[in-house]
């Protein structure tokens, strides 16, 4: 553990020091956990820094490309990630605002690494869907949207980019009514988009409203008819049809209420603009306002109460190699109750291993710090050597289970070739780390000796040959294997099981946690597969545990 203990530059910017915000019985009431949800290019990335800058946790508008700078560096080892400029590793951002603690998952954009994006979305008491004003509900947005409300996770909404031509708001409001079947609820309203951008008000309540220009010209009202009286704007003709669109929401939508919310019924939304700084004040303090607490986690044999007094808490993500300098590999644990501390032992349910963690880590806008104390909705980061795995559930000693974190069948099979016999150890050792991270999952056949991958998206492909020679120094060659796809098989049956493992030898692998799994060379073998054992279960997606 030293060395990787030494390896963890500590920083002293952004610490959290209010005692307050870790007392046992309340802390976790002062925690908002959300993820930000959106197509490509919708605007997420400079979302994401216009929150970090708006709550102090970026002090000077350069520090924001500074942190760009730094974190390509970080990520180096990642060629592809430069090479196609896509972000794709994810990460947390804990900063605080307005006396809460915020700590914002961030999900790859890319649609190839959906894996990892759905269980950041496990981990995740909310989240902000932002939509371009000009393209409305995109593919991408869409389907995340969907993994949302399999959980019912509350969404506020950011219609982003209204500094520029965009539709109009009332067909925006529309159209995520339409195709996502969600009450809408405008807090904020354009005064004109594009070129005839004034700003945004607020329109929530019924009491004054400030009409937002940019980040430093905000003028306020006394209300809403005081506003759209107002002789200064009489002159202008963009405010006109602007509150027009206005009244027509307000008499024509449901009121916003806060429960039809957090039941993941209607969404509050925010127009605005990130890149100027239109809307992003708003919305954190919807966040702070609306957005819950964290919620009880579910667990076996018990859904876990945040309040409990023993901490518990899940591994939502592992990442490897997050500094170059250094071979460090992190556990992103996700609370899930009880007050925290350094030092402490927990012990990991799968394995029945305790373990002291004595670096744990809080990652801010730009560094990361040792974390003293942490409480329910906060994600800390352990060091380890390969002890946790996705999904292990760490505890004080209780035997939870925490349950609800999928993996997914592969969609690609690949056969790995190692043309240098000689690293067939290290090739072992590295395909099992990058199936921790889950990059890929690996998949050894009954009968044969080489390994199969299996990824969900082609990308994770080129990413696994790319950190395997780059990090491992393994070279290998991916072959087309005669599989389609592959389904974890079991039954309650055990003697049924049995059957169907006994009769399907060559079509069957074992996972890297011994559990027996399916190949299907197609979708009619797999359909012959189901018909023939009627009592085997045949499953695309796999709950650890
Ligand atoms: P991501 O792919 O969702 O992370 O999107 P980015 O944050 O990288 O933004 C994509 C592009 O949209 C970039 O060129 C941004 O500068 C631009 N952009 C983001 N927000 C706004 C906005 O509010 N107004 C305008 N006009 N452009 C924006």
Redesign the pocket.
């Known amino acids: 553990m030293d060395d990787l203990n030494s390896a963890v530059a500590l920083e002293g910017a952004g610490a959290i020091r209010d005692a307050e915000l870790f007392s046992a019985d309340r802390g976790h009431l002062k925690r908002r956990t959300f993820a930000i949800i ?12 216009k929150l970090l800058f708006e709550s102090g946790a970026i002090r000077l508008a350069g520090q924001v490309k500074e942190r760009g700078e730094r974190r390509r560096t970080r990520s180096d080892w990642m060629e592809i990630e430069q090479k196609r400029g ?2 794709i590793s994810s990460s947390v951002m804990t900063f605080e605002y307005d006396g809460l603690v915020l700590n914002l998952l961030d999900t790859p ?1 890319h649609a190839d690494f959906s894996e990892d994006t759905y269980r950041t979305l496990t981990a995740v008491d909310s989240a902000i869907m ?1 939509i ?1 004003a000009a393209k409305g509900i995109e593919a991408q947005t869409l389907k995340l949207f969907e993994v949302c409300r399999l959980r019912d996770i509350p969404i506020i909404t950011f219609v ?5 031509e965009g539709r109009d708001p009332l067909e925006i409001l529309d159209e995520i009514m339409s195709s996502l079947a969600l009450d809408v609820a405008p807090i904020t309203w354009p005064m004109g988009m594009g070129t005839d951008f004034r700003g945004i008000v607020q329109v929530a309540g019924e009491g004054p409203v400030t009409l937002t220009r940019n980040t430093r010209e905000r003028e306020s009202f006394d209300s809403l008819e005081a506003f759209a009286s107002d002789p200064a704007l009489a002159g202008d003709s963009v405010f006109g049809p602007s509150i027009e669109g206005l009244e027509i929401a307000r008499s024509s939508l449901p009121a916003f209420d806060v429960e039809a919310y957090r039941a993941g019924h209607l969404t509050p939304v925010v127009f ?5 700084e ?1 809307g992003v004040r708003d919305l954190l303090q919807a966040i702070g306002t609306f957005a819950p607490s964290p919620l009880p986690q579910p667990a076996l044999p018990a859904p876990i109460e945040p309040s409990k007094k023993e901490v518990s808490g899940f591994v939502l993500k592992i990442q490897a190699n997050m500094d170059p300098n250094h071979r460090d590999r992190i556990a992103f644990v996700r609370l899930t109750s009880g007050v925290f501390k350094r030092g402490m032992k927990l012990k990991n349910v799968r394995t029945g291993k305790d373990m002291k963690i004595a670096s744990p880590m809080f990652f801010f806008a730009r560094d990361r710090e040792i974390a003293d104390e942490a409480v329910a909705g906060d994600i800390v980061g352990i060091p380890n050597h390969g002890t946790l795995s996705v999904g292990d559930t760490l505890t004080e000693g209780s035997a939870l289970t925490v349950t609800g974190i999928p993996s997914f069948a592969p969609e690609l099979l690949r056969r790995v070739r190692l043309p240098d016999t000689m690293k067939t150890k290290q090739l072992q050792r590295a395909l099992n780390d990058l199936a921790e991270e889950g990059v890929t999952q690996v998949f050894r056949p009954v009968i044969g000796s080489s390994w199969l991958v299996g990824v969900v998206g082609a990308l994770q492909l080129e990413v696994l040959v790319s950190r395997l020679a780059v990090e491992y120094g393994v070279e290998i060659m991916l072959e087309p294997s005669p599989f389609d796809t592959a389904r974890w098989v079991d039954a309650d049956d055990a003697a049924e099981l049995d059957r169907f493992v006994k009769a399907n030898q060559g079509d069957l692998a074992r996972d890297r946690e011994e559990r027996p799994v399916f190949l299907a060379r197609n979708s009619w073998e797999l359909s012959y597969a189901q018909k023939n054992y009627p009592a085997v279960r045949f499953s695309a997606t796999r709950e650890r545990h």
């Open positions: 959106s197509h490509p290019d919708a605007g997420k990335t400079t979302l994401t820094e896509i972000s954009g932002v371009d982003n980019k209204i500094d520029r605005g603009s990130a890149m100027r239109v």
